[in-house]
């Protein structure tokens, strides 16, 4: 069994900063990515940001050069740096995970955070 646990989701003001943390736990025999996605209200989930195992990275347009993702292998955590926050950033993040259990290549999906960037 894998298990996604976030945190560090809440409330900021617009300009603001906040960092989301995902560990991942269970019989994970190798990870090919960790990433965050999001979903704001009446809107499809979209990637924000992804890391593979080589540490390359994608952004989706909306948060290049304001939020920045990270990886800690040693401890299976995905961090996600989120700065200069906007009101149209507020969503549900979801940590994602694509890596082998049990021989099988398998997609895991964190419970969500609420991000909400409201003065």
């Known amino acids: 069994q894998v298990q996604l646990v976030e945190s560090g989701g809440g409330l900021v003001q617009p300009g603001g900063s906040l960092r989301l943390s995902c560990a991942a736990s269970?019989?994970?025999?190798?990870?090919?990515?960790m990433g965050w996605y999001r979903q704001a209200p009446g809107k499809e989930r979209e990637l924000v940001a992804r890391?593979?195992?080589?540490?390359?990275?994608n952004y989706a347009d909306s948060v290049k050069g304001r939020f920045t993702i990270s990886r800690d292998n040693a401890r299976n955590t995905v961090y996600l740096r989120m700065n200069s926050l906007k009101p149209e950033d507020t969503a549900v993040y979801y940590c994602?995970?694509?890596?082998?259990?049990?021989?099988?290549?398998?997609?895991?999906w964190g419970q969500g955070t609420q991000v909400t960037v409201s003065s």
């Open positions: 994602n995970l694509r890596g082998v259990v049990e021989t099988l290549e398998r997609i895991y």
């Open positions: 890391i593979r195992s080589g540490a390359s990275t």
């Open positions: 269970g019989s994970i025999s190798s990870i090919y990515a």
